[in-house]
Nanobody, 125 residues
């Protein structure tokens, strides 16, 4: 597996925005989908958003729908998670992941085989 590098986290006030990025040292993503997950202290890793490279299709957790947007560049070399109107409950370590999930697994961690190291997002005043 070619390592993924996720970045862009930081400290932001409620209502603020951040843009996370996910790149691979191998140059391009070989898998068919990229997903974003997050894990808060003491909680399980949870699905945030996902997008297929081929065939389109974007998926969001209900808690972020309308506030977060997942995108990727046409060269399949980077993926992004634009996070707007951030709330304190969005505080977590965010991970990007790639894989070839089917519909039933695209919102689950088992649908992905390659993971970034995580980037901390803290929403606080």
């Amino acid at each position: 597996q070619v390592p993924l590098v996720d970045a862009g986290g930081g400290l932001v006030q409620p209502g603020g925005s951040l843009r996370l990025s996910c790149t691979t040292s191998g140059g391009t993503f070989s898998a068919n989908a990229v997903g974003w997950f997050r894990q808060a202290p003491g909680k399980e890793r949870e699905f945030v958003a996902a997008r297929r490279w081929i065939g389109g299709g974007t998926y969001y957790a209900d808690s972020v729908k309308g506030r977060f947007s997942i995108s990727r560049d046409g060269a399949r070399s980077a993926a992004y998670l634009q996070m707007n109107n951030l709330e304190p409950d969005d505080t977590a370590v965010y991970f990007c992941a790639t894989g070839n999930p089917i519909i039933s697994t695209i919102r689950t961690t088992r649908g992905y085989t390659n993971w970034g190291q995580g980037t901390q997002v803290t929403v606080s005043s």
